[in-house]
């Protein structure tokens, strides 16, 4: 018996050190409290003035630029909120297009801008084809595609030509203009036949 007595000790001690720590253990997690998992909203995290961005191609080309008087970015959807937006289109063999609006929406990784307020796009002379000009409330450009839409109305003046619509889309790479609900049709009659068809359709 006594030979057993020091293990009975040695197995008591070791069962009472077990028992010791689980509860310090229990006690330190109610004691400590924990911080609850921070609540992602729609406020922004980082913020610009008077700022540039610029995408390029794989070739390390500039294709896209954005700038603006002011930036936000916001970490819920990953989507940035630009005052007096500047978007410029400058692939190569395509012509520039410059597109401004009061306020724009960049989101989807930068693959489409949402202009609003005086909603403008420029597509500049090239060859022997006049400028190109879209004005709408909201214009969505999509800078990977070179293309740009709405589907609110829209005033499309292309050289002396104008046409009202509701409902836009012009492919840049293409070159092809679509105005959907046609009203108020000018086409002039000074231009060329290729000049006034622009690959344009018009559906009424």
């Known amino acids: 018996m ?35 998992p921070r609540r992602i909203t729609h406020e922004p995290d980082a913020w610009s003035e008077n700022f540039v961005m610029v995408r390029t191609n794989p070739q390390g ?31 190569a063999g395509s012509p520039i297009t410059v597109g401004t609006g009061n306020k724009a929406v960049m989101d989807q990784d930068g693959s489409r801008i949402t202009l609003t307020g005086d909603a403008h796009l420029h597509r500049v002379p090239y060859d022997d084809r ?15 595609e070179d293309v740009a839409y709405t589907d609110l109305p829209a005033l499309v ?3 002396k030509s104008r046409i009202n619509g509701k409902g836009m889309r012009y492919d840049n790479e293409s ?3 679509e105005v959907f ?7 002039s009659g000074e231009e060329s036949r290729s000049q006034r068809t622009e690959n344009a359709t018009s559906n009424d």
């Open 2 to 36: 006594k030979e057993r007595l020091p293990g009975f000790i040695a197995i008591l001690l070791l069962c009472s050190l077990v028992v010791l720590s689980w509860w310090a253990a229990e006690y330190t997690q109610r004691a400590v409290q924990l911080e609850p």
């Open 61 to 91: 080309e500039a294709i896209n630029r954005l700038e603006g008087d002011y930036l936000q970015h916001y970490p819920d959807d990953d989507s940035y909120e630009v005052d007096n937006a500047r978007a410029v289109g400058q692939r």
């Open 130 to 144: 006049p400028a190109l000009d879209v004005t709408s409330e909201k214009l969505i450009l999509l800078p990977d």
């Open 157 to 159: 003046q292309n050289g």
């Open 175 to 177: 070159r092809t203009l």
């Open 181 to 187: 609900s046609a009203s108020d049709v000018k086409i």
